[in-house]
């Protein structure tokens, strides 16, 4: 136990050198010592005017978060109020909960808040200078420069290829019990390999699908450097294995030229004409892929578990859907404008259960402002009411939701989680079709 601990503690504060050895000296990537032009975070003392708690020595609220961001979110809101201090992850984070913080955060007029200062400490080893991580005219530029890949030609393409996999899939699926959310997990990896990465289904693309989901659990992992055997050990090494499949690929794409979005991305140029460059392209497509297939897994699972808990809205989508495209049918790109009770429950879905654990938007506050009271700061603005979040989703286990064929005549019971496979084709086609169109 002694061992443990001194283990623990001498991971989170910086002691273990054999995560270092890799490391350049100027620190990690999502530290401030690698990045000179971060604001500098406040001390204790800076933020003692504002209410709140540190938790456990080193660790602060960092496990309770990990366990369930909803219940310590919930606790701190009824405990200080619209407006809290926090330290978990290795710093102090401020809470702002309601409409006004959304409004001062997103908006963001004044610019003084940094979505790079605020995601990266979290992200900066797995994802940097993913366009989440950038800020202003240099976010304007690569989001204009990506842009082409999401025009309507390169997504008629994406279409027909998601149509694809999905229908074989589903085919798979047939009059089995499984578990939805590993298996939309696992079409969403697939067809995000096949339409976004342009390669077959096969050992290849398992391998890239399991770097990236390695990436993903490094994210929300307890250690923030690449300790042998942590999750942020796996994801960096994911990282590094995705470098190495991108990077030699680039070059590839641009003299082939395709459909397929990484293809369109290597083609993409900045607003001079210039190429983006190989790095960029890179960083680019590894922050996409991660956020085409997380996203979309979590938001189905959801739209999923709530048309299973409304059996009258499984038979509004279903025959929505099957008015558009009887079952077997792919869906032509056209198609999508005609869903719009599916595209309505999908939205819906999203806002019951965001995809987000604690609905959390990471922003740094980077100068100062008339409008904020507060000190430069790393921000988590709350989007909604946690309250009514956890009235609405309850006790949702996600993992726990099991998908099993009926015909379509058969009753379904309210409380029942089970749902057609015909509704998982509702997910499939009315979640990650329409997303697919949607524009940077």
Known sequence: MKVATTLINATLSGAFTLASAAIKPHGYPFEESANPHWVKSPSTEQLAHIPGEAGLPILGNTLAIVK???????????????????YAFGKWNVMLLGADANEL?????????????????????????????????????????LSVAFKPGP?????????????????????????????????????????????????????????????????????????????????????EYLLSYFTPEV??????????????????????????????????????????HDTITSSATSMTYLLAKHPEWQEKLRE??????????????????????????????????????ASRVGRSRISPSETSPFPPVPISELRRNLSTRWKNTGQTRKNSIRCASRPRTAPVA?????????????????????ICRSRF
């Open 68 to 86: 369930d961001p909803i219940a310590v979110g919930q606790k701190m809101v009824e405990k200080y109020g619209s407006v809290y201090r926090s």
């Open 105 to 145: 955060v997103m908006f963001n007029k004044d610019k003084i808040f940094s979505s790079e200062q605020g995601w990266g400490p979290v992200l900066n080893n797995l994802f940097p200078r993913g366009l989440m991580l950038m800020d202003f005219e240099r976010h304007r530029a690569d989001r204009k420069a």
């Open 155 to 239: 997504m008629k393409h994406h279409c027909k290829v998601l149509n694809e996999g999905i229908i074989e899939r589903v085919a798979e699926w047939g009059d089995s019990s499984f578990n939805f959310y590993p298996a939309i997990k696992s079409l969403s990896l697939d067809t995000a390999a096949s339409s976004i990465l342009g390669i077959p289904w096969g050992p290849e693309a398992d391998k890239i699908n399991k770097a990236f989901v390695d990436e993903v659990q490094a994210s929300v992992g307890v250690a923030r450097k690449p300790i042998p055997f942590t999750k942020m050990w796996r994801g960096v090494k994911g990282r």
């Open 251 to 292: 070059k590839k794409r641009r003299e082939t030229g395709g459909e397929d979005i990484f293809t369109q991305i290597c083609l993409a140029t900045h607003e001079n004409g210039d190429l983006l460059t190989e790095d960029e392209v890179v960083d680019h497509m590894n922050f996409l892929m991660m956020a085409a």
């Open 320 to 357: 929505e859907c099957l008015s558009v495209a009887p079952a077997g049918r792919p869906l032509s790109y056209s198609d999508l404008d005609q869903l719009p009770l599916t595209e309505m429950a999908f939205k819906e879905a999203l806002r019951l259960i965001p995809l987000c654990p």
């Open 414 to 434: 309210t409380n029942t989680p089970g749902c057609l496979s015909a509704v998982a084709r509702i997910c499939a086609w009315g979640c990650i079709l329409p």
